[in-house]
Nanobody
C-alpha cells in the first residue's frame, strides 16, 4: 500500500491551497483518513481526520482548533482519496503536511496505519 500526496507549494498569507492524497495497492477497506503536519522544529500534529462513513452518510470529521473554520477535509472513497482544502492560510500554517490512512488489506484485517511522504506548504507573510 502506498499513499501519494500532492498539492503543496508556496502561497501568500490569506491564500488557499488544496492537498490531495491517493491510496493505492492491496486495499480491501479504507477506514479513517487524515492529515498531519510538522512545522519547522516542532512535533508532528493532527490537522484533521475523517472516518469512513457509509454509502449514504459522509464520514464524521475532526479538526485541530487552529484550523477550524479555515480548513476542510473530505474524501472520495471511489478514488481512495482524501483532500484538504486550506483557506485563509497563515504563516503559522507553514509545515510539511502528511496524509495517513488506516487500511484493511482483507476482511479479517482490523487495519494498519500507513503514511504518505510529506508535501511542503509554505505561507509567506
Amino acid at each position: 500500500v502506498q499513499l501519494q500526496a500532492s498539492g503543496g507549494g508556496l502561497v501568500q498569507a490569506g491564500g488557499s491551497l488544496r492537498l490531495s492524497c491517493a491510496a493505492s495497492g492491496s486495499i480491501f477497506r479504507l477506514n479513517a483518513m487524515g492529515w498531519y503536519r510538522q512545522p519547522p522544529g516542532k512535533q508532528r500534529e493532527l490537522v484533521a481526520n475523517i472516518d469512513s462513513g457509509t454509502m449514504l452518510i459522509s464520514g464524521s470529521t475532526n479538526y485541530a482548533d487552529s484550523v477550524k473554520g479555515r480548513f476542510t477535509i473530505s474524501r472520495d472513497n471511489a478514488k481512495n482519496a482524501v483532500y484538504l482544502q486550506m483557506n485563509s492560510l497563515k504563516p503559522e500554517d507553514t509545515a510539511v503536511y502528511y496524509c495517513n490512512a488506516d487500511i484493511s488489506g482483507d476482511p479479517y484485517d482490523y487495519g494498519k496505519t500507513y503514511w504518505g511522504k510529506g508535501t511542503q506548504v509554505t505561507v509567506s507573510s
